[in-house]
């Protein structure tokens, strides 16, 4: 589920970044090693807690964190500002197996001129009764005193 909510986050980025009016934008979800080509983006998974929520719901508390390069020398601030509300836009709700998922606890900071900007997409997982173990049966003699 993680990989389809990260391939919704590169859909979404690609459909708002990459138009006929603005140049190519590359979108990395794996380690970018070398030959970085700006601008671009790099969409990591940040957290992953899933905790029992009640009965067989858990919740699923997902961070992303999309990274920025901009090719901007002379003004990449500025650049970096503008990218972050196009995020702030596009990435409020993202499609997921043909579902929408909100975006929520968006935030971004801006160090050594490269944008970082988290956007957390939390839902519920329901386990089915097959995916529980039952315990064994267990008998009890019980004798009354009178």
């Given at each position: 589920m993680i990989n389809d909510i990260i391939?919704?986050?590169?859909?979404?980025i690609y459909d708002e970044f990459n138009t006929e009016q603005t140049p190519t934008y590359e979108i990395y979800?794996?380690?970018i090693k070398q030959g970085?080509?700006?601008?671009c983006f790099s969409v990591v998974a940040v957290t992953n807690p899933v905790e029992l929520f009640r009965d067989r719901r858990y919740e699923s508390r997902n961070s992303f964190c999309v990274h920025y390069f901009p090719l901007s020398s002379t003004e990449p601030r500025t650049?970096?500002?503008d990218v972050?509300?196009?995020l702030t836009e596009c990435l409020e709700y993202i499609e997921v197996d043909g579902d929408k998922l909100m975006g929520t606890g968006m935030n971004s900071t801006i160090d050594d001129n490269v944008l970082s900007f988290v956007?957390?997409?939390n839902f519920f997982i329901r386990k089915d009764e097959q995916d529980l173990t039952n315990m064994e049966t267990i008998t009890i003699d019980v004798e009354t005193e009178e």
């Open positions: 391939d919704g986050i590169i859909s979404a979800s794996e380690d970085l080509t700006e601008p650049e970096c500002l972050r509300d196009r956007v957390d997409y």
